[in-house]
């Protein structure tokens, strides 16, 4: 296994984000649509938190009762992006290491990390990202 590989050999490049001023039900739709879990959020190119999917459910009711699709089209509604979405982040550098952001993965409560060089969003992992790194070392 190679030792210092760093997270950039992994991590996804063509990032779907959204700006905070978006919409909520926009990030439903692109969860559905491009069946990922994370998405950064951007203020202009800076990046300002990161919405993911069980950030969503947890506002939702369409998972626990039928007929509910009006309830969470309301609910939806009424808050934003920068309400949901997670701002007190971590990120990672390019350069870091695989081992370090899987050690981060595995020591806080974090299943993706922005990954940024400067300010600018150059990609994002996640735990599978790592998951499926560590199955090609067997």
């Not at 996804?12 to 959020?41: G, N, S, Y």
């Not at 808050?79 to 949901?84: C, D, E, N, T």
């Amino acid at each position: 296994m190679k030792k210092r590989e760093p997270i950039s050999s992994i991590m996804t490049t063509k990032v779907v984000a959204v700006q905070e001023q978006d919409k909520l039900q926009d990030v439903m739709e692109i969860f559905r649509k491009h069946k990922i879990r994370h998405l950064p959020v951007l203020s202009g190119k800076k990046i300002a938190g990161i919405i993911s999917r069980t950030d969503i459910n947890r506002l939702t009711f369409g998972a626990l009762f039928e007929n509910q699709e009006g309830a969470d089209e309301a609910v939806l509604e009424i808050l934003s992006i920068p309400q949901v979405m997670t701002s007190k982040l971590k990120m990672v550098n390019p350069n870091d290491s695989i081992r370090d952001v899987a050690e981060i993965f595995a020591n806080e409560e974090f299943h993706a990390l922005p990954v940024v060089e400067g300010e600018e969003l150059k990609g994002i992992v996640t735990t599978t990202d790592i998951i499926k790194y560590m199955l090609e070392q067997y």
